[in-house]
């Protein structure tokens, strides 16, 4: 008997990837209440900014891939995140430096094309 579970394969993806994000990011809250804020500024938008972007993409946008709210258009600012990590940031480290943030933008770029599955906010919808 052959059955595919795709919408299942799409919640394990989800809770695994964002797992791991949240691992990322969640520690980088604590860096918003330091003073002066000290963050990577790869595309010269500030310091500041550059971790409130980094927050959105490593923490706000991946609970709501999580829950499967608007699942695609939350993917965005995450896959931004992770190419300016393996692009900007890490842009002259050796692979095996950037392959953490090749492996999330990968994850998520699949996640974006594919949506949610039934498992998921954005499913129950309908």
Do not use: W
Request: glycine content about 8%; overall charge positive; aromatic content about 12%.
């Amino acid at each position: 008997m052959n059955k595919n579970f795709p919408d299942l394969g799409l919640l394990i993806l989800r809770i695994g990837f964002v797992s791991m994000m949240l691992t990322h990011g969640i520690p980088k809250i604590n860096s918003l209440f330091e003073s002066p804020i000290k963050f990577a500024d790869p595309i010269g938008l500030g310091e500041s900014t550059s971790l409130i972007l980094a927050l959105i993409g490593e923490v706000v946008a991946p609970i709501l891939v999580l829950i499967g709210f608007k699942t695609k258009i939350a993917t965005i600012p995450t896959i931004i995140t992770m190419f300016v990590a393996a692009f900007a940031i890490h842009a002259t480290d050796p692979l095996n430096v950037k392959e953490k943030a090749l492996l999330f933008l990968f994850g998520f770029l699949v996640i974006f094309f594919t949506g949610a599955g039934k498992y998921s906010i954005d499913g129950f919808k309908k």
